[in-house]
């Protein structure tokens, strides 16, 4: 087994990574369910299909994860740095992304319902067929390559509430 495989496919929900390297670890298919990891670095990780529901991300580093089909319903992402991140099918429903980093992320086919988008930082944020119902957009930064892939309703509303870049 490869060092970086040892949280694969495990169930997770009850560990203290405190002191734990997560730096490029693989913990795709892994029941992480409300574990604590703020303001953790987890850059190059592969979360992929992992459930993250009701964990604490906020403050992460989490440039270049891999995080497609994750649950992450209801988790604090709040000042997240997910730069390039692959989010490609995750849930997202009712997450907290307040201030995040959000640049070139790949929010394609996600479902973003009820998430709080306020101060976001979504420049060159791909949202193609993404669902943005109920989203706040107060104060979040985009340009125009991000409004070309949002839906129309969604994009009033981030006209409306957001900065343009």
């Not at 298919?29 to 987890?42: A, E, P, T, Y």
């Not at 190059?44 to 995080?67: P, Y």
């Not at 790949?106 to 791909?126: K, P, Y």
Request: net charge negative; with cysteine.
């Amino acid at each position: 087994m490869n060092p970086s495989d040892v949280f694969r496919k495990r169930n997770l929900s009850k560990v203290n990574f405190e002191y734990e390297e997560l730096i490029g670890r693989d913990f795709s298919d892994s029941n992480m369910k409300g574990v604590d990891l703020k303001n953790r670095d987890i850059h190059n990780a592969d979360l992929n299909c992992t459930n993250l529901s009701e964990a604490d991300l906020s403050g992460a580093i989490l440039f270049n994860v891999k995080m497609r089909g994750a649950d992450l319903q209801q988790t604090n992402l709040s000042s997240a740095k997910l730069w390039d991140a692959d989010l490609y099918g995750a849930d997202i429903r009712g997450a907290d992304i307040r201030g995040a980093d959000l640049f070139y992320a790949d929010l394609r086919n996600t479902d973003l319902s009820n998430a709080n988008l306020g101060g976001v930082n979504l420049r060159h944020t791909n949202f193609d067929g993404a669902v943005l119902e109920t989203i706040n957009f107060e104060g979040a930064n985009y340009d125009s390559h991000t409004l070309n892939t949002i839906a129309k309703e969604a994009k009033n509303q981030l006209k409306k509430q957001g900065k343009k870049w």
